[in-house]
Nanobody, 124 residues
Framework: QVQLVESGGGLVQAGGSLRLSCAAS????????VGWFRQAPGKEREFVAA????????YYAQSVKGRFTISRDNAKNTVYLQMNSLKPEDTAVYYC?????????????????WGQGTQVTVSS
């Protein structure tokens, strides 16, 4: 069992930065790939970024490539999403999800475990 708690969301002006954190409980967290997803009002949930269990591989949606960076610290059971050059279209609730399979996270937008989400609002 893995429990995930996101934090770090908030209100920021366009061009600003935020760092989201996804803190996990459970001793097997280092065995899970973790992804970040977002859902804006009236839109479907979309993939943002993912990182493999070891941190050796990262994946990004085209819309955030070059602006967002995903990383993890397995000693702290935490995955981060550094978001720079934020745009109003980045406004959404951001969720993290964990799954033993990177493929399922990236290709299927699937996670065995999900957090409750954190709101990110970017003003123009």
């Amino acid at each position: 069992q893995v429990q995930l708690v996101e934090s770090g969301g908030g209100l920021v002006q366009a061009g600003g930065s935020l760092r989201l954190s996804c803190a996990a409980s459970g001793r097997t967290f280092s065995s899970y790939a973790v992804g970040w997803f977002r859902q804006a009002p009236g839109k479907e949930r979309e993939f943002v970024a993912a990182i493999s269990d070891s941190g050796g591989r990262t994946y990004y949606a085209q819309s955030v490539k070059g602006r967002f960076t995903i990383s993890r610290d397995n000693a702290k059971n935490t995955v981060y999403l550094q978001m720079n050059s934020l745009k109003p279209e980045d406004t959404a609730v951001y969720y993290c999800a964990a799954d033993p399979s990177s493929t399922r996270v990236v290709a299927d937008n699937y996670g065995t475990y999900w957090g409750q989400g954190t709101q990110v609002t970017v003003s123009s």
